[in-house]
C-alpha cells in the first residue's frame, strides 16, 4: 500500500515562501504522475500544480504560475512544491497526490482529480497579511 506524508506547511507572512514536501513510501510504489491540490475554507478543492514523472513536464493552475514551482526528487520518492510572494488567498490545506497508473498522458490530464489513485493527508499553509 502507497502511503503519501506531506510536510513544510505552517504560518507565513505575505510574500513570503515555503517549499512542501511529499514523500512516497510503501514497497509497491511506482508512479506516472503527482499533483498538489489545495482547498481553502469554505471552497472545493482545486488543482494546483502537476508533474508527469518520467520527464518532468509539468501543469499549472493559473493562478499559481509564476509563484509555486512543482519538482521531484526520484531517489527520495518525494514531490515538491515551491511557493513564492504569497498572498492570503493561497491560505488553504494542501493536498498531495499521486498516480499509480502507467502511461504517458498530456500534462492537461492532471488537473483532473479523478487521475489520481492515492492522497495524501494535507498540510496546512496559512498566509497572513
Known amino acids: 500500500q502507497v502511503q503519501l506524508v506531506e510536510s513544510g506547511g505552517g504560518l507565513v507572512q505575505a510574500g513570503g515562501s515555503l517549499t512542501l514536501s511529499c514523500a512516497a513510501s510503501?514497497?509497491?510504489?511506482?508512479?506516472?504522475?503527482m499533483g498538489w491540490f489545495r482547498q481553502a475554507p469554505g471552497k472545493e478543492r482545486e488543482f494546483v500544480a502537476a508533474l508527469r514523472w518520467s520527464d518532468r513536464g509539468t501543469v499549472y493552475a493559473d493562478s499559481v504560475k509564476g509563484r509555486f514551482t512543482i519538482s521531484r526528487d526520484s531517489a527520495k520518492n518525494t514531490v515538491y512544491l515551491q511557493l513564492s510572494n504569497l498572498n492570503p488567498e493561497y491560505t488553504a490545506v494542501y493536498y498531495c497526490a499521486g498516480r499509480s497508473r502507467a502511461g504517458y498522458l498530456s500534462v492537461s490530464y492532471y488537473r483532473d482529480s479523478g487521475t489520481y489513485d492515492y492522497w495524501g493527508q494535507g498540510t496546512q499553509v496559512t498566509v497572513s497579511s
Open positions: 510503501g514497497r509497491t510504489f511506482s508512479t506516472s504522475a
